[in-house]
């Protein structure tokens, strides 16, 4: 009874782990977040450049990584959102909540921690709250869970027609 308990609350460790991320990656000052973030950019547009051939020059990488440095931020907290509610969605399934009621319990959980995780900011150096962030987090968890939805449908699909060829 206890070990099963125990893996129980194992299974919630990504999830933990992820909240962590996130805290952490909110605990950092503007300039700090804004230095990792244009040099995560700027890794990008130079492999753009090189998938593409296209040859720019270091001001035009510059140039383009300082345009698309927004939307790589914004990205960023779609997916880390996606991947936080995954890894609850997960074990709250294990924990025997199905259909509407997971999904519902999963996207709560994630728009709740993502309200206070901007809450968090407002107390950070450069930083602060923003209700357009909470819902770009919302989306990213709402992208997640329709993953892990899709995903799980499909296994459930094809073990029902596998018990139905035997």
């Known amino acids: 009874m206890f070990r099963k308990r125990l893996g129980r609350l194992l299974t919630f460790l990504p999830a933990v782990c992820m ?17 990792l973030s ?16 296209a040859g720019w020059t270091e001001e035009e990488i510059r140039d383009r990584a300082g345009a698309c440095e927004f ?3 914004k990205a960023a907290h779609m997916t880390e959102y996606a991947v936080f509610a995954v890894s609850l969605l997960l074990p709250l399934r294990g924990c025997g909540l199905r259909g509407r009621r997971l999904y519902l319990t999963t996207f709560l959980i994630c728009a ?3 309200a206070g995780d901007e809450w ?9 709250p923003s209700v357009r962030d909470v819902g770009i ?24 027609q596998a018990r139905a060829l035997e």
């Open 19 to 35: 909240a962590f991320l996130i805290f952490s990656f909110s605990a950092q000052t503007g300039s700090e977040s804004a230095s």
């Open 71 to 73: 939307y790589v931020r």
């Open 120 to 128: 968090h900011q407002s107390f950070v150096g450069g930083r602060g």
């Open 137 to 160: 987090d919302c989306a990213g968890a709402g992208i997640g869970e329709g993953i892990a939805g899709l995903i799980l449908e499909s296994r459930k699909r094809r073990k029902n």
């Open 112 to 114: 709740g921690f993502a």
């Open 38 to 53: 244009g040099r995560i950019t700027k890794v990008l547009v130079q492999a753009a450049d090189r998938i593409a051939g």
